[in-house]
Nanobody
């Protein structure tokens, strides 16, 4: 089993920044993809950004240019979020799967964290 723990969420004003972190523990594979998803109230969970084990990164249209995903090690990653907007308000989830391809579909990911709340005020 793999456990994922997110940290770094909070309340920020529009235009501000936050840095989210995700740490994996347990029976982790070094060759795994990691990604961030988010879910706003009443909406489906959506892909934000992902990073392959080799370091290639992928972003949603909403995140590109404002968010930066990085993989600090085989077990940790972060999401630097700049120029935050009220529509970025959501619970942000860390996801991981021992595969080579970064998917933007939640069902492709085997392991999930509990989520961290990000609230952007206008």
């Amino acid at each position: 089993q793999v456990q994922l723990v997110e940290s770094g969420g909070g309340l920020v004003q529009a235009g501000g920044s936050l840095n989210l972190s995700c740490s994996a523990s347990g029976r982790t594979s070094s060759r795994a993809i990691m990604a961030w998803f988010r879910q706003a109230p009443g909406k489906e969970r959506e892909f934000v950004a992902g990073v392959a084990w080799g370091g290639t990164t992928y972003y949603s249209v909403a995140a590109k240019g404002r968010f930066t995903i990085s993989r600090d090690s085989t077990k940790t990653m972060s999401l630097q979020m700049n120029s935050l907007k009220p529509e970025d308000t959501a619970v942000y989830y860390c996801a991981r799967d021992p595969t080579a391809v970064v998917y933007d579909t939640p069902s492709r990911y085997r392991y999930w964290g509990q989520g961290t709340q990000v609230t952007v005020s206008s």
